[in-house]
């Protein structure tokens, strides 16, 4: 079973910066796609960015959300099992609850936040305000 851990949340100040962390542990498979969702109170949650992470490849596939495009871009440190996102430029309207998830049947291209993800993390914070 995969578990993943996400850190990094906080509060923090319009225009300012945040790196969340997604470490991942327990692979079964040799594909997975890792994305970032997000919710905020009130909210449906929302697809931010997803990442491709291979034992066969080294090349990864990402795609990024319209919303945060230009501002949030998502990298992976396959030797220590870890997704990032960074997020720069934030807006009160980043905040939410940020999720990553995982499936190795989910393809990161389009659709790939309307599918159904099996593993999941905990969530970390992140609140935008002066």
């Known amino acids: 079973q995969l578990q993943l851990v996400e850190s990094g949340g906080g509060p923090v100040l319009p225009g300012g910066s945040l790196r969340l962390a997604c470490a991942a542990s327990?692979?079964?498979?040799?594909?997975?796609?890792i994305s970032w969702f997000r919710q905020a109170p009130g909210k449906e949650r929302e697809g931010v960015s997803c990442i491709t992470v291979s034992n066969i490849s080294s090349e990864a596939t990402t795609v990024t959300a319209d919303s945060v495009k230009g501002r949030f871009s998502i990298s992976r440190n396959n030797a220590k099992n870890t997704v990032y996102l960074q997020m720069d430029s934030l807006k009160p309207e980043d905040t939410a609850v940020y999720f990553c998830?995982?499936?190795?049947?989910?393809?990161?291209?389009?659709?790939?936040?309307?599918?159904?993800?099996?593993?999941w993390g905990q969530g970390t914070q992140v609140t935008v305000s002066s």
């Open positions: 327990g692979f079964t498979e040799d594909f997975y796609t």
């Open positions: 998830a995982a499936d190795p049947l989910v393809l990161c291209q389009a659709g790939w936040d309307q599918v159904p993800y099996t593993n």
